[in-house]
């Protein structure tokens, strides 16, 4: 006999704390459906975002490294999935709901275009006359329009929780689109688990892919605290770095980073005296957050990453590259609308032409805008 929706949603609400979000309470969907027997509605709502198309091309998508610089490397894909992995461990130790938590972690990159933050900001400059570009506002709208697998629908159609969290994820390089939703809150504990765990995942993981790839010498690390913290911790003195230790020292960053945002957001929730969701979204500002201590040391080592990996020159010819050719593709594609596939040319009818254009290229992966680049400007490719 299976554990019925009914059942799981008890113990949701025996197990979790005040001021998690019940899918039980869940505001529902725009689209009225039947709940499943089995599943609640935030993991309904983390098997469609799984299944959908924008999910799965993910990975062949630039994190840092665009996609056929090396396999080692994480891809957009393997990013979105640390980042629920770490989501989930913070929502544990927090008695929230994972599963609304990891479903907003595995949605906040959809609407990444491809080549990373390079392709981002080309697409945005040349969209600037209509509306701009940001992967985040497109991550919402792959969800709520941009995805076809339902005859009623545009999107997904999911529950309002998950979108809500969606819409509000907000990091330092991403900006929070509430649309629709009251601009006066905050995302959910869920929500700002979501946004700890997404900035958590790539600093740790941008600097071992830079150890990894040779851009970063361990030696240039000695300056910062947070690196020398971590020497002591795990008693290493200098050297040659082989795998094994850049493993342990990665998971040793990554564990001391959980423990600081679950001890100092205990410390939030008592100091507010949390019993409601409500009590969390009406806050002036987060409360899943690190100590000052560790962001202080975050901070240097994110502009460690600016300085000595994402400035490096081979990164930035490469995003030099990825803007080229994100760049011809568009000026191609508005000059003569008729290279779009027909599904696209056919949106043409009730949409902007530049947007459609844009949604086009952002649902690219690195490999099919190469192709498309070169079917388009290779004499000797194929169309």
């Not at 008695?95 to 945005?124: Q, T």
């Not at 201590?293 to 990164?315: D, Q, S």
């Amino acid at each position: 006999m299976y554990i019925t929706r009914e059942r799981l949603e008890e113990i949701e609400a025996q197990t979790l704390a005040s001021y998690a979000l019940l899918s039980k309470n869940s505001r529902g969907r725009q689209h009225h459906e039947h709940e499943p027997k089995y599943r609640t509605a935030f993991q309904r709502d983390r098997d469609r975002v799984i299944h959908s198309a924008a999910f799965r091309r993910l990975e062949y998508k630039t994190q840092v490294f665009v996609n056929d610089a090396g396999d080692y490397y994480r891809t957009r894909l393997t990013h979105t999935l640390e980042v629920a992995q770490i989501g989930r461990t913070l929502a544990r130790g927090l008695s929230v709901n994972e599963d609304l938590v990891e479903v907003i972690c595995l949605a906040h990159d959809l609407g990444h275009p491809p080549f990373g933050h390079a392709g981002e900001h080309v697409l945005d400059q040349l969209m600037q006359e209509h509306g701009g570009f940001n992967h985040n506002h497109q991550s919402y709208r792959v969800v709520t329009e941009l995805e076809q697998r339902y005859p009623q629908w545009n999107g997904l159609n999911l529950t309002y929780e998950t979108l809500e969290g969606i819409a509000k994820h907000e990091t330092e390089y991403d900006i929070s689109n509430t649309a629709g939703f009251d601009e006066n809150t905050r995302g959910s504990v869920e929500a700002q688990i979501a946004d700890v765990a997404d900035e958590l995942a790539y600093n740790a993981h941008d600097l071992d892919d830079g150890i990894q790839s040779g851009l970063i010498q361990p030696h240039q690390l000695e300056k910062l605290e947070i690196w020398r913290e971590l020497c002591d911790r795990l008693e290493w003195r200098g050297g040659p770095m082989d795998e094994i230790t850049r493993h342990r020292f990665i998971r040793e960053q990554i564990g001391m980073q959980v423990d600081d945002v679950l001890t100092q957001t205990m410390q939030n929730l008592q100091a507010i005296n949390a019993k409601t969701a409500a009590d969390i979204q009406q806050q002036p500002v987060n409360i899943v957050t690190h100590s000052d201590r560790l962001k202080k040391l975050n901070r240097a080592l994110k502009n460690f990453l600016y300085e000595n990996m994402y400035y490096h020159y081979t990164v930035v010819r490469m995003a030099k590259r990825a803007e080229r050719i994100i760049s011809e593709l568009f000026q191609s594609y508005v000059s003569e609308p008729k290279q779009l596939p027909p599904e696209q040319r056919q949106r043409l009818e009730s949409e902007p032409l530049e947007r459609v254009v844009a949604d086009y290229i952002a649902s690219m992966t690195d490999r099919s805008a190469f192709q498309s680049y070169r079917r388009l400007f290779d004499p000797l490719t194929r169309p």
